[in-house]
């Protein structure tokens, strides 16, 4: 245990080997922006706001609450002009300072980084964004902000599909990841669109909808129609795109039985993967190398996670815990599926399962229904539906089940997202 | 009494019924005698060989139960156990050398539904870290009881236990206090390496640390110059070590 060259006293310095490091979200303050003109003033709140949600869901930092700071407002935004003792004061290790400025139409923000401890500047990240996508802009600083420190791609310029319920029906939605400046992509009255699927190109998002009466896959590309994907006289359900964006998974019922199909991006090609008369196979989700697919299965008398090769071969179940397993969502690290389970007291609640060793970790406890939970692009983040509010509601967290916020979207329920690119 | 009935008895004389002076007083000295000797010798019996004496200096031997609940069922869904709070964590612990105020080890919480096995190992384990001071008030005694050597000497025995015993405790506070930010990147994790020398004075207080080997990433190096300074001060050096940890100090060798 005590490693010691500590013997060799006598003759030089002993050393003390220490390991076993605590990693926790930096402590950072992010200090108000600061506006050049009328106009940047203007928009400068709605740039906080996004940033301040974008750290705070980030999974890296602990921001800081403003309430506690001690350093002046109008503090300057060069290492010089900053007293980094007051920041420390208050525990900041990091200290994020933005200028905003009109440039024509456009916002112009620099973001400076501090490192509190050694009272540095270490960076500055400079972007611009058209008046009315400042939002825009803070997610980009946010992501730059985010690689510059972890070397790996941020999550916050990706996009959410999810599921809106009115009084008249369900709509399908496409929005910021945040769940803000959503476009409605389907909807009608008295249509029910459901489990979307946003394709990984970006090109647009697929569905399954009710508009017909049986349910159907569509798809809503950019700028078109909605349109039939999969042509199938039966009941076609719950797609989901490779990670290329070059095959599509999803379920056919036919008869008594459902089977998982795969198929080409463009519905041809198509070809039946699970054969299990009478039992039901559907949610399929693809490993990010697009050579296995994960899905929920009874085969076994109760619906559980199994995964199998993308041709349909070597069929093994994951889950042996739980007797109600569901919608799985296969990280795009490779290693864990997240999925809904019932647990004994009848409570919903979200799980991942290593895929290699089957070992289950719990992420949601105690706080309403939790469900369908979807990763981040980079698979350290996680959007879930919960009713923990009463009405089903998205909350983020990071994939270990900590820190779970919701998100800043306009009241009104809203369930199965679906994260993409 | 007149002359015939004294001639009367001495008739009866030779009778077992009448009384007669037996040497009783010799008999009894020597049944006392016997009897004091016999448990004389069982005292000296047993103060040379039998049963165990009762040292009144010992440290008490403290066990506490805890229970341990019904086993989860394996084919039920894992629930995440209670953590322990903030505070609970830091409540003031009883000082070690004062045996008669008796540590209680915090149960389980009853109403929190028995953890698998191996959560409910780390449940214990930490409820006992808990009791022994870890998180809690950092003096040389307890960090002694976190570091305890299995195979020691109670006592201590040599300069080179102490020594290493010194150089556990100093491990031990600089851990409880080595808080890495999350922000590093993993790949980088790995590769991470800074070396702090260290100068401790003989009251344990760090006289100088400086970075001697940088990790080459900066949040790094001031993590572990942190960590260093936030366990300060340390318990005082043993003797022997004094001069050394004063003059030439130590070096502290950090990996994630």
């Known amino acids: 245990m005590i490693l010691l060259g500590a013997r060799r006293a006598t003759a030089q310095v002993p050393v003390l080997e220490i390991s076993g490091a605590n990693f926790r ?41 403003r309430k506690s700071f001690l350093a002046r407002v109008s503090e300057g935004l060069t290492a010089s002009a900053i007293n980094f003792a007051r920041w420390a004061d208050i525990g900041a290790d990091g200290l994020v300072k933005t200028q905003l400025a009109s440039e024509g139409q456009k916002i112009r923000a620099e973001l400076h980084f501090f490192s509190v401890g050694t009272g540095k500047e270490e960076f500055k990240l400079t972007d611009s964004a058209a008046d009315r996508d400042v939002r825009r802009l803070a997610h980009s600083l946010a ?71 049986r349910p159907m896959i569509f798809v809503q590309r950019s700028g078109g129609a909605a349109v039939p994907l999969v042509k199938s006289d039966h009941m076609a359900t719950g797609i989901a795109f490779s990670p290329d964006a070059k095959r599509i998974a999803y379920s056919l019922a036919v008869g008594e039985s459902t089977q998982i199909w795969v198929a080409q991006a463009d519905g041809s090609g198509a070809k039946q993967l699970t054969d299990t008369p009478y039992f039901i196979n559907t949610s399929p989700s693809w490993s990010p190398d697009g050579k296995r697919l994960a899905f929920v299965s009874n085969q076994g008398g109760s619906p559980q996670i199994y995964v199998m090769s993308a041709d349909g071969g070597g069929i093994r179940r994951l889950t042996f815990q739980g007797n109600y397993n569901q919608t ?25 399962v290593n895929v290699e060793s089957g070992k289950i970790t719990r992420l949601t406890q105690d706080q309403g229904d939790n469900e369908e939970p979807t990763f981040s692009p980079n698979g350290r983040l996680l959007i879930f539906a919960s009713h923990r509010t009463g009405t089903s509601r998205l909350f983020v967290m990071n994939s ?13 329920a809203y369930h199965t997202p679906d994260w993409g690119r | ?95 070690p050398p004062k045996p008669e105020e008796p540590k209680s080890v915090p149960m389980p919480d009853a109403k929190a539904r028995p953890p698998g096995n191996a959560d409910r190992r780390k449940q214990l384990l930490s409820a006992f870290n808990r009791t022994s001071g870890a998180g809690g008030s950092r003096t040389a005694k307890t960090i002694e009881e976190l570091e305890g050597q299995t195979d020691g000497d109670p006592n201590g025995n040599s300069a080179t236990q102490e020594g290493e015993r010194y150089y556990g405790q100093l491990k031990a506070q600089i851990q409880q206090r080595y808080d890495v930010s999350q922000t590093i990147p993993e790949q980088e994790r790995l590769h991470l390496k800074a070396q702090v020398l260290v100068l401790i004075g003989k009251t344990g207080e760090v006289l100088k640390a400086r970075l001697a080997t940088s990790s080459g990433n900066e949040l790094f190096d001031n993590s572990v110059l942190a960590a260093v300074k936030k366990a300060s001060p340390f318990p005082p050096p043993p003797e022997h070590l004094r001069d050394a940890l004063q003059r030439r100090g130590i070096v502290l060798e950090f990996r994630p």
């Open chain 1, 143 to 213: 992501d730059a902000l985010y690689r510059r420190l972890t070397r790996e791609p941020g999550p916050f310029q990706s996009h959410l599909a999810f599921v809106r319920r009115t009084a008249q029906g369900k709509e399908v939605w496409v929005a910021d990841w945040d769940g803000r400046n959503g476009q409605l992509a389907a909807g009608g009255p008295n249509v029910l669109n459901v489990l979307p699927a946003l394709i990984p190109d970006g090109s647009g998002v697929a569905f399954t909808t009710y508009r017909t009466g």
């Open chain 1, 400 to 412: 270990d089940g900590s820190n779970q916020l919701p998100l800043p979207m306009d009241s009104g």
């Open chain 2, 1 to 95: 009494m007149s002359p015939a009935d004294a001639k009367a008895h001495s008739a009866l004389a030779p009778s077992l019924l009448t009384g007669t002076r037996l040497p009783v007083g010799r008999y009894l000295v020597v049944s006392l005698v016997g009897h004091a000797a016999f448990f004389a010798a069982i005292g000296v019996f047993s103060y040379l060989h039998l049963g165990a004496r009762i040292d009144l200096n010992q440290q008490p031997i403290k066990a506490s139960l805890v229970r341990l609940g019904k086993p989860r069922d394996p084919k039920l869904l894992p629930r995440i156990p209670d953590a322990p709070k903030e505070e609970e964590a830091k409540a003031p612990v009883p000082e």
């Open chain 1, 25 to 65: 979200p930096m402590p950072l303050a992010v200090a108000a922006p600061q506006s050049a003109d009328d106009n940047a003033r203007s928009k400068s709140a709605e740039l906080d706001a996004a940033l301040m949600f974008d750290l705070s869901a980030s999974g890296i930092f602990q921001v800081l609450d």
């Open chain 1, 328 to 352: 799985p969502d296969w990280s795009p690290r490779g290693d864990l599926i997240a999925f809904t389970a019932r647990d004994e007291r009848r409570a919903f609640d979200l799980f991942t």
